[in-house]
Nanobody, 117 residues
Framework: QVQLVESGGGWGQPGGSLRLSCVVSGSISTIRVMGWYRQTPGKRRELVAEVTSSGTTNYADSVKGRFTIARDNAKNTVYLQMNSLKLADTAVYYC???????????WGQGTQVTVSS
Protein backbone atom coordinates (compact mmCIF):
# COMPACT_ATOMS: atom_id res chain seq x y z
CA GLN A 1 0.00 0.00 0.00
CA VAL A 2 1.29 3.42 -0.94
CA GLN A 3 1.69 5.81 1.95
CA LEU A 4 2.63 9.47 2.14
CA VAL A 5 3.76 10.63 5.57
CA GLU A 6 4.26 14.32 6.26
CA SER A 7 6.34 15.73 9.07
CA GLY A 8 7.81 19.03 10.20
CA GLY A 9 4.59 20.87 10.87
CA GLY A 10 3.86 22.76 14.04
CA TRP A 11 4.22 26.32 15.25
CA GLY A 12 6.19 28.99 13.48
CA GLN A 13 6.71 32.66 14.18
CA PRO A 14 6.09 35.42 11.63
CA GLY A 15 9.26 35.87 9.64
CA GLY A 16 10.54 32.49 10.75
CA SER A 17 11.05 29.23 8.92
CA LEU A 18 9.75 25.68 8.86
CA ARG A 19 10.60 22.69 6.70
CA LEU A 20 8.01 20.10 5.79
CA SER A 21 8.94 16.62 4.64
CA CYS A 22 6.91 13.98 2.86
CA VAL A 23 8.17 10.42 2.56
CA VAL A 24 6.58 8.15 -0.02
CA SER A 25 6.61 4.43 0.72
CA GLY A 26 5.09 1.31 -0.78
CA SER A 27 4.86 0.07 -4.34
CA ILE A 28 4.25 3.03 -6.61
CA SER A 29 4.66 3.50 -10.34
CA THR A 30 6.72 6.26 -11.92
CA ILE A 31 5.92 9.61 -10.36
CA ARG A 32 5.00 12.49 -12.62
CA VAL A 33 4.66 15.24 -10.06
CA MET A 34 5.04 15.79 -6.32
CA GLY A 35 3.46 18.74 -4.64
CA TRP A 36 2.20 20.50 -1.56
CA TYR A 37 -1.32 21.81 -1.04
CA ARG A 38 -2.87 23.63 1.89
CA GLN A 39 -6.35 24.16 3.25
CA THR A 40 -7.96 26.25 5.98
CA PRO A 41 -11.43 25.70 7.49
CA GLY A 42 -14.13 26.72 5.03
CA LYS A 43 -11.62 27.26 2.25
CA ARG A 44 -10.84 25.29 -0.87
CA ARG A 45 -7.64 23.32 -1.02
CA GLU A 46 -5.03 25.22 -3.01
CA LEU A 47 -1.76 24.33 -4.66
CA VAL A 48 1.26 25.73 -2.85
CA ALA A 49 4.10 24.25 -4.87
CA GLU A 50 4.87 21.31 -7.12
CA VAL A 51 7.83 19.76 -8.86
CA THR A 52 7.71 17.48 -11.89
CA SER A 53 9.88 14.49 -12.67
CA SER A 54 12.00 16.70 -14.92
CA GLY A 55 12.61 19.19 -12.13
CA THR A 56 10.24 21.92 -13.25
CA THR A 57 8.72 23.81 -10.33
CA ASN A 58 5.55 25.80 -9.96
CA TYR A 59 4.55 28.04 -7.05
CA ALA A 60 1.47 29.87 -5.94
CA ASP A 61 1.90 33.63 -6.25
CA SER A 62 1.40 34.02 -2.52
CA VAL A 63 4.52 31.98 -1.70
CA LYS A 64 6.88 32.87 -4.53
CA GLY A 65 10.22 33.99 -3.22
CA ARG A 66 9.50 32.59 0.23
CA PHE A 67 8.90 28.85 -0.22
CA THR A 68 11.09 26.32 -2.00
CA ILE A 69 10.10 22.82 -3.04
CA ALA A 70 12.76 20.16 -3.45
CA ARG A 71 12.68 16.51 -4.41
CA ASP A 72 15.10 13.79 -3.36
CA ASN A 73 14.48 10.83 -5.64
CA ALA A 74 16.95 8.60 -3.81
CA LYS A 75 15.01 9.02 -0.58
CA ASN A 76 11.60 9.19 -2.25
CA THR A 77 11.01 12.39 -0.37
CA VAL A 78 9.74 15.86 -1.19
CA TYR A 79 10.42 18.89 0.98
CA LEU A 80 8.86 22.29 1.38
CA GLN A 81 11.18 24.90 2.83
CA MET A 82 9.03 27.70 4.20
CA ASN A 83 10.80 30.99 4.88
CA SER A 84 9.55 34.43 5.85
CA LEU A 85 6.40 32.91 7.31
CA LYS A 86 3.22 34.96 7.41
CA LEU A 87 0.06 34.55 9.47
CA ALA A 88 -1.76 33.71 6.23
CA ASP A 89 0.41 30.61 5.86
CA THR A 90 -1.50 28.98 8.70
CA ALA A 91 -3.21 25.90 7.27
CA VAL A 92 -3.19 22.15 7.05
CA TYR A 93 -0.58 21.18 4.49
CA TYR A 94 -1.02 18.07 2.37
CA CYS A 95 1.54 16.17 0.35
CA UNK A 96 0.39 14.97 -3.06
CA UNK A 97 1.88 12.58 -5.60
CA UNK A 98 0.61 11.85 -9.11
CA UNK A 99 1.85 8.97 -11.25
CA UNK A 100 2.09 8.71 -15.00
CA UNK A 101 0.20 5.43 -14.95
CA UNK A 102 -3.54 6.20 -14.90
CA UNK A 103 -2.68 9.62 -13.46
CA UNK A 104 -3.22 8.12 -10.03
CA UNK A 105 -3.22 10.63 -7.20
CA UNK A 106 -2.10 9.93 -3.64
CA TRP A 107 -2.50 12.16 -0.59
CA GLY A 108 -0.88 12.38 2.80
CA GLN A 109 -2.85 12.77 6.00
CA GLY A 110 -1.95 16.42 6.37
CA THR A 111 0.14 18.33 8.87
CA GLN A 112 -0.91 21.47 10.71
CA VAL A 113 1.16 24.61 10.34
CA THR A 114 0.31 27.48 12.66
CA VAL A 115 2.00 30.85 12.31
CA SER A 116 1.44 33.23 15.19
CA SER A 117 3.22 35.58 17.52
Amino acid sequence: QVQLVESGGGWGQPGGSLRLSCVVSGSISTIRVMGWYRQTPGKRRELVAEVTSSGTTNYADSVKGRFTIARDNAKNTVYLQMNSLKLADTAVYYCNVVTYLWATSYWGQGTQVTVSS
